[in-house]
């Protein structure tokens, strides 16, 4: 998932906005 070695924010977003 980590391709460009950052962190899976295309994943945490979604969940972050529930958070």
Do not use: W, Y
């Given at each position: ?13 979604p969940l972050?906005?529930?958070?």
């Amino acid at each position: 998932m980590a391709d460009s070695g950052l962190p899976d924010i295309h994943l945490a977003t979604p969940l972050d906005l529930q958070l």
